[in-house]
């Protein structure tokens, strides 16, 4: 059975964010897919120190919450990252994670381990802004998340984005609702896209 790690990167609970990833979690079939939904607020993860032990040991120097992340990047086929946009970025949650992916890059391009390269395996990203559709709010997020993929070798397939929730919830657009079940049906599939609503 293939296995669906899903990241919730908000601080906030039960809001646009998280509403957005269980729309695309409820599609997704579960005969076929083991899924793991982790809220990261509720995770102790310290933020990378650039100490370069993982460049050494191909471990973190930190025993935190990260390990349980980093089995789960190890043992995935599908990652999703979901994070609303703070200061045209990720939330620090998220970046957190994101930073100690340092150790990936390390066992690939400083101890020249073959870390799951010739396995496929995709990343999605979710992501919503209270700017409107018009604005570029997205924009500073997708290099952030490109390397993110790239670190853990996973063939970046798909944004989603929704802008304008600071006056339209998520929970109020039924066609989002509908689309991202449909992408969770789908997910298996070869397929790369690119929404922003």
Known sequence: MKKVLALMGSPRRNKNTETLLDYLLEGIDRSN????????????????????????????????????IYDNFD???????????????????????VDR???????KYVLGNNY?????????????????????????????????FKAINANYVGNYFVSNTDEIPVEDRVNIKNELYRIGREIDEHKNFYLHR
């Open 75 to 97: 043992n995935c086929d599908i990652i999703i990252l979901a994070s609303p946009i703070y200061f045209n970025s990720i939330t620090g949650l998220a970046k957190n994670v």
């Open 101 to 107: 992916c340092q150790r990936y890059w390390s066992i």
């Open 33 to 68: 897919f083991e899924v793991e939904k982790i809220i990261l607020r509720n995770l102790n993860i310290n933020y990378c120190t650039g100490c370069e032990h993982c460049g050494k040991t191909s471990n973190c120097v930190f025993k935190d919450d990260m390990s349980k």
């Open 116 to 148: 799951k390269r010739n396995q496929e395996r995709k990343g999605i990203f979710l992501s919503v802004g209270g700017a409107t559709f018009s604005h570029n709010q997205f924009d500073g997020a997708v290099p952030v998340i490109d390397y993110f």
